[in-house]
């Protein structure tokens, strides 16, 4: 089996479901003959043909508003936007409608959406193409947010997404598009959804982290376990619902917890699992949970991103600092 | 120092446009206008429609007359722009799909909405919103014009399931001034879904009169903008409606494209009860509107045209304010939902991180 | 000196700046001839007249861009915002806009505005009318985001936020717009961003909240004071930027802290303050720092709102949870 | 099953548009319109607009190759529309505000925007941003459309203060679709505001052919919508560029509301240096439209009319590339801003519970 990348897997995902249900279309700018501006649909126009393959005007708010209209029709509309930075426009069609579509009506309606779109910096992207707000979106009540961050989690997880009777915004991490590949076995199975995925295991400290930043952690853990440090390293993947019992398990085993995200700090998603850790797990905590994030300025253009975004030098430090708080 | 006189030549014209307005019938419901639709003179067609703006208005009486004795929450009242929904909804198939604002009663009752639904939902309980019947009909959009992608969306779906089937989505002439009002009619026409917008053009928008709304003349010129086929009507003139909506809603289910209908109208009442209306419009301009109500003018031509007695009439007032009546009492008698309904469609399933909030509930806190 | 209401005081506050300062201006839906659906601007079109009070067509997102236009020209636009569940599609223009002007143009631009919006339940509002999503801004780097609790409070800020060189969001709970009355010297007085004010000392626990909270929370301090409980209370007042140091002096004292917000739990700003807590205060903690919040559901209709939001028994049911926390 | 042969009649019609049409010069350079405009045999006026749109292809060359070697970032090329930039720019008064799409570097080069600062920018550097001369004008913006809405919000301020400046608006044929460009043009009707929109309808946005992307026939029309007076040009005939935008912006200098204006043109290149076009159109077509170069049109033009010498233009080729060159040199030998710039412009007072995390990154850790 030949080893892909993430947005091929992503690519692989959209083919498979496309492919065995008739009712999943994907819709949204250049997602047609240009296969997408990073290519996550290319080859969807031909297998599928126009109808189910569909280049939109450039309109977000139109893409997220339509497929919820789609959605109530019993369509599974997968909507890509663009870059992450032009998702706002869609918080209200997200927030006001898809997310509460099926308590408003008890029921009557629902809106099985997938809206998908790259986020994160690290690609010397332009002005508003590297930004990291995953934490908007989380705070919706009735909404999942998925982030995948290897290509075997991005086709389970996309699967998982779309099978899905509620909507689902699907953030993928753009730097790790292409970075590393994975033999991912064309199956259809889906990952399961609103659970943590223990990556490293680990005894010492435990680190929580989503999307691109797994990679620094990692790589931040495999540094560490040279000093003969047990980093259990744990990849959130559905942070709304957010899965407590795996990170707090960890925690009660470890006693340390650091979190990492590329996000801003102040009301980061990564301020939810600090908090709930803080209150569920005072009592094992031996020191307090640290972030290791992105800073609360804005996204600086790509000649500093590598500045603003946690390294795993900083990872390093800050899980270094938390071993030894005593 | 002004604007030099400039003498630029065009080299010609390139596109060409204009909207037509249709009344048949003027405020007295004297005939204006002929041939009259060919089902102008039959009983069968006008009485239901007539019995649905009846209906409304009786409605609209009773939910009125409930918030002010403090049990309904703050509601929209359609009064004086009852033919509207008689004509629209009267136009579509019931396996279309309405998509309607918050005031378009009439339009959701001949669809079979309940009364009772309407009264749950200004009442503040979800269950008004699980219509028993249009099992399909979306709910009604608080959020100003962002229904109208739902529809686009909508009828995208019956455009690739290669169904005969409209989305018909209505709105207010505030709502042209969105932008998501302009991508779903644009969206709408680049893919030739079978969708139809109805304007209800009541000159308001809370206290916001059209002309300080926008500079266009008309707002079916709005369409050209998508370049989609629009029209004017006058939306009192029950007879104009119907013959405007029918047309368009036929041709965007036989695939001609998306329609804009745009109808004139008036809102004879306050924006919601939460308004008050006199702060900034004056009285005479509404005592001037009154003249213009859809009800007597078509009431007026059904008599002339001997479709009606004022028999029939009063039995017919006399009916439908008893279901309004009834449909009152249904509704207070409804005990509300446990407070942990908030969970019940939540998600499909209730995630597990969520059944702790959920017992707390019964439990009075909620800390996660 | 007569009393005054909140939305009153808003209206005073505007008065007094409009006429002091004629780079103000309003602008919104039915701001002008009706005085706004509340009332806040009542009497400033007869003041000021139409240009500098402006009714704008329905297009919330236009409201907020202009309002970015107006202020790199130096003017001071107030948009207002009939409701914060109308506010959604202002996120893209304070998001990508409005919040970075000046950084993006290293301080060649900026942009100077306020967006009002009342916010949260309580007052038997229709659908969408209801919500607390001040989470959702709270999290912009470059943004304020500023709560009034009282009608002083009200009136102070709010000539600070207008006062203030960057764009401040600032939400108005609905609520309490003519719940109490105070009196509110009209002399141009503005109080301090970015501080907390301590409502009441207490040396027991401290509870942290801001906007119609307050109340419950000041009742819940009365009763508990019955049972000789001293809670000091803390407004947040201006969330973000978020002053931490008012809020860990007053953890450092009483070793508890209770966090309480109308907003939905997860993500809420709620997150942030209890993992600030968590962390910088871990070692004077007597107790996990808990929060007694909205749940994460769809906001409900109003014959269930109140079964919703954190009422006074909640909060006191939980102080004395923590109370008796060992 | 099809549509019924329905009969209803319109009363009448109530509004009436039309989209004119403005081309001087064909692709050859031959005048087919006339009389031209008064300025049209002077070389005064016409040689800076050559030598701008000379610039901003060289410019374009010079962005290229450095992106191409791993210099610059990606990159947007106005290759084929240069003409637009400096008839707009041109049209303008130093005071007025320049809103920008990212691909109109002529008209910022014009209005004072320096080559250095235009690399900083697509070279990651936010002080591209900073213009030391038009100090007023807008950064480019990046999310499509959303800048539409400045253009109106700087317009008021204008008429609010009485100055006579006017806010010009650039931007795309796909950000047609966006609803905040549809809000801007309707509230800067309504407020009857100096903003003129210039859109470069270069056929394309990213793949997306215009025909995908509206059924409108004319961007032009759009306005219809907003009550804007509109008109379409030829983009890449800089004769009827300069005297439609002229006209229009002093029509909204004095007083006579918004304008917008559909420059028909071709995008050349890629969409940006990430984009690769060859994907979705046709290399025919792309080299069709290389005979409607506007620098080929306009060159043509000053050549028979004894406005320019091959010697005087091979001297301005010169010089341009020379004045690139030197940019380029420039913009390498910058040194990047500090780690802890990001904290420099976030607000006016950094807020004092900023500097922990300011001073954390010099430490290289930000938790708090
Ligand atoms: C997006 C949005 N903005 C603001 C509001 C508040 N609001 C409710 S109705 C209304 C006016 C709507 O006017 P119009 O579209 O003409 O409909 P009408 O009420 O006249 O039927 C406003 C501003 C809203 N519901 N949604
Ligand atoms: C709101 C938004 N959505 C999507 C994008 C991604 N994007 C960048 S340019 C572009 C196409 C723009 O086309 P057009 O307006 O015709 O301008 P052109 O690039 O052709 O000059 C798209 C979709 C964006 N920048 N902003
Ligand atoms: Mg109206
Ligand atoms: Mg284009």
């Known amino acids: ?326 | 120092m002004h604007i030099k006189n400039y003498t630029h030549r065009h080299s010609g014209k390139v596109a060409q446009f204009e909207v037509r307005f249709t009344r048949y019938l003027d405020n007295k419901g004297n005939v204006v206008n002929t041939p009259l639709p060919s089902w102008a003179n039959k009983s069968d067609v006008l009485i239901p429609l007539y019995k649905n703006m009846i209906q409304t208005r009786k409605f609209d009486q009773a939910a009125l007359n409930l918030q002010r004795t403090g049990r309904l929450g703050t509601y929209a009242s359609p009064l004086g722009q009852e033919a509207i929904g008689a004509a629209v909804a009267s136009s579509m198939w019931a396996e279309d799909v309405l998509v309607p604002s918050y005031r378009e009663f009439g339009a959701q009752m001949w669809r079979g909405v309940t009364m009772t639904e309407l009264l749950l939902y200004w009442g503040g309980d979800e269950r008004g919103s699980d219509y028993q019947v249009p099992r399909e009909d979306f709910p009604v959009s608080i959020p100003v014009a962002s229904h109208c992608c739902h529809a686009t969306g909508v009828a995208y779906a019956f455009k690739l399931r290669k169904q005969k089937r409209v989305a018909v989505c209505c709105l207010g002439d505030g709502a042209t001034s969105k932008g998501d009002f302009y991508e779903s009619l644009n969206a709408a026409a680049a893919w030739h879904v079978p969708a139809v917008f109805i304007i209800s053009n009541n000159q308001w928008a809370i206290s916001i009169p059209l002309n300080k709304q926008t500079s266009a003349q008309t707002l079916a010129q709005k369409a050209i903008a998508a370049g989609v086929v629009n029209e004017q009507v006058d939306g009192n003139d029950l007879i104009a409606l119907r013959a405007v909506t029918e047309r368009a809603i036929d041709e965007a289910r036989f695939g001609e494209g998306p329609r804009l209908i745009e109808a004139l109208t008036y809102r004879l009442g306050d924006h919601t009860t939460a308004d008050d209306a006199s702060r900034y419009r004056s009285q005479a301009e509404v005592e001037e509107q009154r003249s213009n109500d859809p009800i007597l003018r078509l009431r007026s031509y059904l008599l002339n045209a001997g479709l009606l007695t004022e028999a029939d009439e009063s039995e017919l007032n006399q009916e439908c304010e008893r279901n309004a009546a009834a449909a009152v009492e249904q509704y207070l008698a409804t005990p509300p939902q446990t407070a942990r309904s908030m969970f019940d469609y939540l998600y499909a399933h209730l995630p597990d991180s969520l059944r702790r909030q959920r017992d707390a509930l019964a439990g009075q806190q909620c800390d996660g």
């Open chain 1, 1 to 326: 089996m030949a080893e892909i990348t993430l947005v091929e897997a992503v690519n692989q995902a959209l083919t498979w479901e496309m492919s065995h249900n008739e009712n999943v279309l994907v819709l949204g700018e250049d997602v047609g003959v240009d296969g997408g501006v990073f290519r996550a649909t290319v080859g969807l126009l031909e297998k599928f043909g126009d109808e189910r393959v569909l280049d939109s005007p450039l309109s977000e708010t139109l893409i997220s508003g339509a497929s919820v209209g789609m959605a109530t029709q019993g369509l599974i509309p997968i909507a890509e936007i663009q870059f992450m930075g032009f998702a706002y426009s869609t918080i209200d069609q997200i927030l006001n409608h898809a997310a509460r579509m099926r308590n408003r009506t008890r029921g009557r309606l629902s809106c099985p959406m997938v809206l998908r779109a790259p986020f994160g910096g690290g690609i010397r992207a332009p002005e508003h193409h590297s930004e990291s707000t995953e934490a908007l979106f989380a705070h919706i009540p009735g909404l999942r947010v998925v982030i995948p961050s290897s290509p075997i989690r991005a086709y389970g997880l996309l699967l998982a997404a779309i099978r899905d009777p509620d909507p689902v915004v699907f953030l993928e991490p753009k730097r790790i598009y292409r970075l590393a590949k994975q033999e991912v076995p064309n199956n259809g199975d889906a990952l399961p959804l609103d659970v943590c995925f223990v990556l490293r295991p680990g005894n010492d400290i435990s680190v929580v982290t989503w999307g691109a930043m797994t990679h620094e952690v990692m790589a931040a853990a495999e540094r560490l376990a040279d000093q003969d440090v047990s980093v259990e390293v744990i990849d959130v993947a559905t942070i709304k619902p957010l899965d407590m019992k795996t990170i707090l398990e960890s925690v009660e085993k470890t006693g340390r917890c650091v979190i990492v995200h590329e996000a801003a700090l102040s009301g980061g998603w990564g301020a939810e699992v600090a908090a709930q850790v803080a209150e569920h797990g005072l009592l094992d905590l031996l020191a307090p949970v640290r972030r290791v994030t992105g800073y609360d300025t804005v996204m600086p253009l790509y000649r500093l991103e590598d500045e603003y975004m946690p390294s795993t030098d900083r990872i390093v430090n800050v899980i270094n600092e938390v071993l030894e708080f005593a």
